[in-house]
């Protein structure tokens, strides 16, 4: 069900898991394909979970069976208030219209006394996958920074650390607000939306890679490995080449190793 590296998400997991009380109900917004559901479920929570993905939603289920699954956006979540002890939205808010609503909503469904976690990618240089849109770069003259992950609106699909077909760079690209990765401005946002932020973890997970192939293969395969490609005067073995001379550093025997940090927003619903 991972996207990406296997095994990559156990550390930022069991953060965002971290001191709260297995059993209770926890829903799960923007679940995806139903990793960190299936994984909090294996711990002992009652999970539910959102997405806007229905095929996403259709291998959740299959993993999931009996588990309430429903197809429907961050924005209008169709339970009432107070429904949830907890409530997660593991790598979501970059992927949503209005952050701020969505957060609002799972402190509406979250109960008193609850906790709502979020997660985000930490800055741009304390992240390693940067360096695949580095090296895309000189391909995609004009083009935009690669985003953090696959959907501009509705729920992002918390099994993924981003898109591994389209590595991300978090951060920001143009004007506007500074991006969810800097931590004054989630907290601002967790405000803004009706939430007490409790602290801010930060979580350094590991990417390995078993060798270039694992590495670049699914960046080919991308949309924007696809685009880089067609531009390229080389081909594809162009493209592949400038991506390993860029990640080179990251070599380790005979694979790869990146680092990447992730923020865990914990908060609870204004007044507790």
Same mark, same amino acid.
């Given at each position: 069900? #991972?996207?990406?590296?296997?095994?990559?998400?156990?550390?930022?997991?069991?953060?965002?898991?971290?001191?709260?009380?297995?059993?209770?109900?926890?829903?799960?917004?923007?679940?995806?394909?139903?990793?960190?559901?299936?994984?909090?479920?294996?711990?002992?929570?009652?999970?539910?979970?959102? #997405?806007?993905?229905?095929?996403?939603?259709?291998?959740?289920?299959?993993?999931?069976?009996?588990?309430?699954?429903?197809?429907?956006?961050?924005?209008? *979540?169709?339970?009432?208030?107070?429904?949830?002890?907890?409530?997660?939205?593991?790598?979501?808010?970059?992927?949503?219209?209005?952050?701020?609503?969505?957060?609002?909503?799972?402190?509406?469904?979250?109960?008193?006394?609850?906790?709502?976690?979020?997660?985000?990618?930490?800055?741009?240089?304390?992240?390693?996958?940067?360096?695949?849109?580095?090296?895309?770069?000189?391909?995609?003259?004009?083009?935009?920074?690669?985003?953090?992950?696959?959907?501009?609106?509705?729920?992002?699909?918390?099994?993924?650390?981003?898109?591994?077909?389209?590595?991300? &760079?978090?951060?920001?690209?143009?004007?506007?607000?500074?991006? *969810?990765?800097?931590?004054?401005?989630?907290?601002?946002?967790?405000?803004?939306?009706?939430?007490?932020?409790?602290?801010?973890?930060?979580?350094?997970?590991?990417?390995?890679?078993?060798?270039?192939?694992?590495?670049?293969?699914?960046?080919?395969?991308?949309?924007?490995? &696809?685009?880089?490609?067609?531009?390229?005067?080389?081909?594809?073995?162009?493209?592949?080449?400038? *991506?390993?001379?860029?990640?080179? &550093?990251?070599?380790?025997?005979?694979?790869?190793?990146?680092?990447?940090?992730?923020?865990?927003?914990?908060?609870?619903?204004?007044?507790?």
């Amino acid at each position: 069900m #991972d996207e990406g590296p296997r095994g990559w998400g156990v550390p930022l997991y069991e953060q965002v898991l971290s001191g709260l009380e297995p059993g209770a109900p926890l829903l799960d917004v923007g679940c995806g394909a139903g990793t960190f559901t299936a994984f909090a479920a294996a711990r002992g929570w009652t999970v539910s979970g959102a #997405d806007t993905d229905r095929s996403a939603l259709a291998v959740a289920e299959r993993e999931l069976p009996g588990v309430d699954l429903r197809l429907t956006d961050a924005h209008d *979540l169709p339970w009432p208030d107070d429904a949830f002890g907890q409530v997660t939205l593991v790598q979501v808010l970059a992927h949503v219209t209005n952050p701020i609503v969505a957060l609002r909503e799972a402190a509406r469904v979250c109960e008193p006394g609850g906790r709502v976690r979020a997660t985000v990618w930490g800055r741009p240089e304390e992240c390693d996958v940067g360096e695949f849109g580095r090296a895309l770069a000189p391909f995609l003259p004009g083009a935009p920074a690669p985003a953090e992950g696959r959907r501009p609106s509705g729920l992002g699909g918390s099994s993924s650390p981003g898109c591994a077909s389209t590595p991300a &760079r978090p951060g920001r690209s143009g004007g506007g607000p500074p991006p *969810l990765t800097e931590p004054d401005r989630l907290r601002k946002v967790a405000g803004l939306a009706g939430l007490a932020v409790r602290d801010l973890h930060e979580v350094v997970c590991t990417f390995d890679y078993a060798d270039a192939d694992e590495l670049v293969g699914p960046v080919l395969d991308s949309a924007l490995g &696809r685009r880089a490609v067609m531009r390229s005067t080389g081909g594809p073995r162009a493209v592949k080449r400038a *991506l390993l001379t860029g990640l080179e &550093r990251f070599r380790d025997g005979d694979g790869y190793r990146l680092h990447n940090t992730f923020r865990v927003l914990d908060a609870a619903p204004a007044g507790d």
